[in-house]
């Protein structure tokens, strides 16, 4: 297999087409190697448009969705940046290399020390991944950034509240067979202005449970 020709042909085939025109991330997208952070035996999948296993059950996101995320949030040097599910470690190398620092969140003890490897070995030192549950704990510290690694059947109110004023929030909401990618952007103290990006579906985030469907 061709590694360099099956980059190219992610990158002109799958990304670009499906609205991801930025430079300096489709820059970035050659830059940093995706077959790096899975094992292997998925080494030749990495560049296929495909959610691919991982440890727990859990899935990596998609090339093409990855690649809207760090275009979408438009990460800047000295900016910080929280990822909610760590991955492969791939989406927070990504970021690492726009922003000034990133803190991974990740409930899955193998998953967490899955992605510390594939971060250390590829040379990314800007990033932390922690263990445990970002969508309940609670940050002393506010992000410019975050990003939801995984869907989510509702948005909890807190974590938007966790970002700077001008901080951007990315997050897949809804229920399969259509979920919606969303831009949440911090106007002012109360206000959050939010676009809706595309629609898509993905796994839920392995730590995220269900919504409630009680009713009185």
Do not use: C
């Amino acid at each position: 297999m061709n590694i360099e020709q099956a980059r190219f042909n992610m990158i002109e085939q799958q990304i670009r087409p499906w609205n991801v025109g930025d430079q300096e991330v489709l820059a970035l997208l050659a830059l940093v190697k995706r077959e790096n952070f899975f094992p292997e035996n998925q080494k030749s999948l990495a560049f296929f448009d495909t959610e691919l296993p991982l440890p727990g059950g859990a899935h990596a996101l998609s090339p093409k969705i990855e690649a809207h995320i760090v275009q979408a949030v438009a990460a800047k040097k000295q900016e910080t940046v929280l990822v909610i599910g760590a991955g492969s470690g791939y989406l927070a190398a990504l970021l690492a290399h726009q922003a000034r620092h990133v803190t991974v969140m990740e409930a899955n003890p193998e998953i967490k020390a899955m992605a510390e490897t594939h971060l250390r070995e590829n040379h990314v030192t800007n990033v932390d991944v922690q263990w445990g549950d970002a969508l309940t704990a609670k940050h002393i510290n506010a992000f410019d950034v975050i990003v939801v690694n995984g869907s989510l059947e509702v948005l909890p109110d807190e974590l938007q509240k966790q970002l700077t004023n001008g901080g951007r929030l990315f997050v897949i909401v809804g229920k399969a067979p259509v979920m919606e990618a969303q831009l949440i952007t911090r106007e002012s103290e109360l206000f959050f202005n939010t676009i809706n990006l595309f629609e898509t579906s993905v796994q839920r985030l392995s730590q995220a449970a269900p919504a409630s469907t009680f009713t009185f």
